[in-house]
């Protein structure tokens, strides 16, 4: 979107529309960085890069065991495969390749832990019930500090998961096999502690947490829905994304603050992010600007745009 239209805007002096509809959601935590760097919230699997192996909820062996997670031949239909990831908190990035955002991963109702009480030898993750948070907190944070990770780019969409300490997931003794324990291990880049995302879905315990941190979801009329198509979108309110423009010419679109501008972005594999200009700057015709990137945000009262496919 052309820089012109900020100008204009400045130069009326047009005052911020009311927050209404999808911009309404006063219970945000989290409304920076602008830019977000990490995964959609979604249900994926964990798949090691180049292999057809992937990381699945096993039930423990011995009875003073806990379930944990276990490396399985890839298979979307197994329930246990199938991660829930949702933002859990926000803190400083600890580590390069990092954003501020803390994640909690879930299967079958349990959350991923860093094993507790262990004496001797690499930590398993374990798969316990998800702590209650801190009474006066976000109720739809669930998860214990032992249940808060942190993603790792690992180059396209790979990433890395660890601990505060630099401990990363990893397949015991760097053996990426069938029925190898995930235990934790010193981050170190090895193809054993490397995860390529394959979304599966979207959330399904994890839904306030994702709108607590601006993920807002995407209504999809008339086509229904298809898991392969993001289902939320990042919000950006009052900021417009100029530039990466891939459409020929504006998209004339209704005037509901980008609703049908995210659904449209949605749908189309090449569209990163969207800005939705409202009707007065549009020239009484609210428009929609579909990006092949992700552009710096700017300041704009009469834009609301969104991230689809920050990755």
């Excluded at 011995?62 to 933002?87: H, I, K, M, S, W």
């Excluded at 690499?122 to 998860?143: I, Q, S």
């Excluded at 979108?233 to 209704?254: K, S, V």
Aim: proline content about 7%; aromatic content about 8%; glycine content about 10%.
């Amino acid at each position: 979107m052309m820089m012109l239209r900020t100008k204009i805007a400045l130069a009326l002096g047009i005052a911020a529309t009311t927050s209404v509809g999808l911009l309404a959601h006063g219970d945000d935590i989290f409304l920076g960085p602008n830019v977000w760097t990490d995964p959609a919230p979604a249900t994926y699997q964990l798949q090691f890069r180049g292999t057809n192996l992937c990381l699945g909820r096993s039930g423990p062996r011995l009875r003073t065991q806990q379930p944990f997670l276990v490396v399985e031949r890839c298979n979307p239909d197994v329930l246990g495969q199938n991660l829930e990831f949702a933002p859990h908190k926000a803190a400083a990035p600890a580590f390069t390749l990092t954003s501020p955002v803390r994640w909690r991963v879930t299967t079958m109702g349990s959350c991923a832990t860093f094993a507790r009480n262990v004496v001797f030898g690499a930590p398993a993750v374990d798969m316990l019930h998800c702590d209650v948070p801190p009474a006066g907190t976000n109720p739809a944070l669930t998860g214990g500090n032992d249940q808060s990770w942190i993603l790792k780019a690992a180059g396209g969409d790979a990433v890395r998961i660890a601990n505060a300490d630099d401990r990363c997931w990893t397949a015991q003794n760097s053996s990426i096999a069938e029925g190898t324990q995930m235990v934790m291990e010193q981050c170190n880049g090895g193809a054993a502690q490397t995860f390529v995302l394959k979304r599966q879905s979207g959330l399904f315990e994890g839904t306030e947490a994702a709108r607590a941190f601006g993920w807002m979801p995407i209504n999809f009329v008339p086509d229904g829905f298809n898991n392969s198509i993001p289902d939320r979108f990042r919000t950006l309110r009052n900021l417009d994304l100029a530039g990466r423009d891939y459409a020929p010419e504006t998209i004339a679109t209704p005037n509901d603050q980008g609703a049908a501008c995210a659904a449209r972005c949605a749908r189309d594999n090449r569209c990163r992010a969207f800005t939705w200009v409202d009707p007065r700057l549009g020239g009484g015709q609210a428009r929609c600007f579909v990006k092949d990137g992700i552009p710096e945000p700017a300041s704009n009262p009469l834009t609301m745009s969104g991230i689809v496919r920050p990755r």
